[in-house]
């Protein structure tokens, strides 16, 4: 199961609490009709090695990048955030390969299950299901001679704040967590904080945005107590016309409703204790996906609890969900900013986390 978190019309969950609008395996890239090459024309710091590792039934495929000398190297593994992510992350990742790479680190990405070259499908993943994912990719990894398997780190936008909390909970593995855009609420809160923030960002009405509100608090309603797929497309055709209907993540398909069971929350608010180990939290000033105000505060509060006092927190100044540089915070300058991320990010975004990170895993050199 999928959730909404950086590109709310990257794709369609099958979750209708949830937020995401478009068709399965279509990203929200493709659907605006954009082309996003990669425009990075700076010279590699990095070589990349495809890979292939199983988990479960599925193989997932992916690309590791390492930097030069003989290693071992410690490593970044990346956790995707929502949609249809391939292993570049919508394009964001390959200017953090650079910058980790120049100090030592290697990154590992992969396509989620059903995109690109992995087998499965990302449509139908749990929380659970993302972090037996993750936990498929260390176990990749620490039979690597060229990977020090006792300095590796995670790296996690939006969505991937529901998967590290419980990935923690399963592995001993993990040494400290780069954190960015990620919330405290639940799938079903956060949701509504988007709309009510992100809507009158990119100019909807405040009348627009409390019909999108009440829209969404009834299809989550109908969801929750898993009425007939049939009454939720009746209350779609209602308002299928309205100004703010895709911006509230349009129609949710029949198959929405495919494999599910369960009334209960399927994001519900992140259980904090599992995070002993040193964390960088990053987030952007002008953030209308998440509060932004909330995540800081729980994680000071949830951390000092569990005597973590290894924790930085860095909220940069004019930066968005991305988090990219913008006047706004609302999806049409984030989908500006996609064309060329590399270029989008705010000044030292990329330099505190390559310091922050060959602080905390201390590159080992051949």
């Known amino acids: 199961m999928d959730h909404p978190a950086i590109f709310p019309d990257a794709s369609r969950t099958r979750e209708p609490s949830l937020s995401l609008a478009a068709n399965q395996r279509r990203s929200w890239l493709h659907i605006n009709g954009m082309s996003f090459e990669n425009r990075n024309a700076e010279q590699k710091s990095y070589r990349e090695e495809p890979v292939?590792?199983?988990?479960?039934?599925?193989?997932?495929?992916?690309?590791?990048?390492?930097?030069?000398?003989?290693?071992?190297?410690?490593?970044?593994?990346?956790?995707?955030?929502?949609?249809?992510?391939?292993?570049d992350g919508y394009h964001g990742f390959p200017p953090l390969w650079q910058a980790f790479a120049r100090r030592g680190c290697a990154s590992l990405s992969w396509d989620k299950p059903g995109v690109g070259e992995s087998t499965g499908d990302w449509m139908g993943q749990t929380p659970q299901d993302r972090v037996r994912e993750c936990l498929a990719a260390l176990t990749f990894l620490a039979q690597r001679p060229d990977i020090a398997a006792s300095r590796i780190g995670v790296y996690g936008r939006s969505q991937a704040g529901w998967v590290i909390p419980h990935l923690m909970e399963m592995t001993d593995l993990v040494t400290c967590i780069v954190a960015v855009s990620i919330s405290v609420?639940?799938?079903?809160?956060?949701?509504?904080?988007?709309?009510?923030?992100?809507?009158?960002?990119?100019?909807?009405?405040?009348?627009?945005?409390?019909?999108?509100?009440?829209?969404?608090?009834?299809?989550?309603?109908?969801?929750?107590?898993?009425?007939?797929?049939?009454?939720?497309?009746?209350?779609?055709?209602l308002v299928e016309q309205e100004s703010w209907f895709e911006a509230a993540d349009g129609a949710y398909p029949a198959q929405a409703y495919a494999g599910e069971s369960s009334a209960t929350e399927r994001y519900p608010r992140p259980v904090f204790s599992a995070l002993a180990c040193p964390i960088l939290l990053i987030f952007g000033e002008h953030d209308t996906l998440i509060d932004v105000g909330e995540?800081?505060?729980?994680?000071?509060?949830?951390?000092?609890?569990?005597?973590?006092?290894?924790?930085?927190?860095?909220?940069?100044?004019?930066?968005?969900?991305?988090?990219?540089?913008?006047?706004t915070g609302g999806m049409r300058e984030m989908r500006q900013a996609l064309r060329q991320p590399e270029k989008s990010f705010p000044p030292g975004y990329l330099e505190l986390?390559?310091?922050?990170?060959?602080?905390?895993?201390?590159?080992?050199?051949?």
């Open 52 to 87: 292939r590792f199983p988990h479960g039934e599925t193989e997932l495929a992916g690309v590791l990048c390492l930097p030069s000398g003989a290693g071992p190297h410690p490593v970044i593994v990346y956790i995707h955030d929502s949609g249809p992510a391939g292993r």
């Open 185 to 237: 609420a639940s799938g079903s809160e956060q949701d509504l904080y988007r709309i009510a923030h992100q809507l009158p960002a990119d100019g909807y009405s405040p009348d627009e945005v409390e019909k999108a509100l009440a829209f969404t608090r009834v299809r989550a309603d109908l969801a929750r107590y898993r009425a007939p797929y049939e009454r939720i497309a009746d209350l779609q055709k």
């Open 295 to 327: 995540s800081v505060e729980t994680y000071r509060t949830e951390m000092q609890k569990i005597g973590n006092a290894d924790v930085t927190i860095k909220i940069f100044p004019g930066a968005d969900h991305g988090p990219f540089l913008s006047q």
């Open 353 to 366: 986390m390559g310091d922050w990170l060959q602080q905390h895993l201390a590159p080992a050199r051949g």
